[in-house]
C-alpha cells in the first residue's frame, strides 16, 4: 500500500482527522484520531513504556483500532487510530488488488 504523509501538529487531546480521497475514479473517506498519551497517565508506575501504552489502550474506545505509534518523547507519545470500519475498508481494497 502506498503511503502520503500528511504532518499533524502536536496539540493537546485529541485530534479527529477526517480524509476524502479519490483514487482511480472511487472516492472514499477516512477517519483518523491522533491522540497523544502521557506517561504520567499510566495507572501502574513503570519503566516498561511498552506496558504502560498497553495498559492506555486497553480501555479505548472499541470503536478505534491502533493504525500507528508515534515516536516518543520525555512527556508522551502520540497514537494514531483508524475507525474499524474504515480499516476494514482499506484491507478489502487490497485483497482486490
Known amino acids: ?9 502536536n496539540l493537546p487531546g485529541k485530534q479527529d ?6 483514487i ?3 472516492k472514499q473517506a477516512l477517519h483518523y484520531r491522533v491522540e497523544l498519551f502521557y506517561w504520567g497517565d499510566c495507572t501502574i508506575p513503570t519503566f516498561d513504556r511498552v506496558e ?14 491502533l493504525y500507528y505509534i508515534g ?3 520525555d512527556n508522551f507519545v502520540p497514537i494514531t487510530f483508524v475507525r474499524k470500519e ?4 482499506q ?6 488488488s
Not at 482527522?17 to 479519490?22: D, F, H, L, P, Y
Not at 474504515?86 to 475498508?89: G, I
Open 1 to 9: 500500500m502506498a503511503h502520503i504523509a500528511i504532518p499533524i501538529p
Open 17 to 22: 482527522v477526517e480524509i476524502e480521497v479519490t
Open 24 to 26: 482511480n475514479g472511487q
Open 52 to 65: 504502560c501504552i498497553r495498559q492506555l489502550l486497553a480501555s479505548y474506545d472499541q470503536d478505534w483500532t
Open 71 to 73: 515516536t516518543p518523547t
Open 86 to 89: 474504515d480499516m476494514a475498508k
Open 91 to 96: 484491507r478489502a481494497l487490497l485483497t482486490m
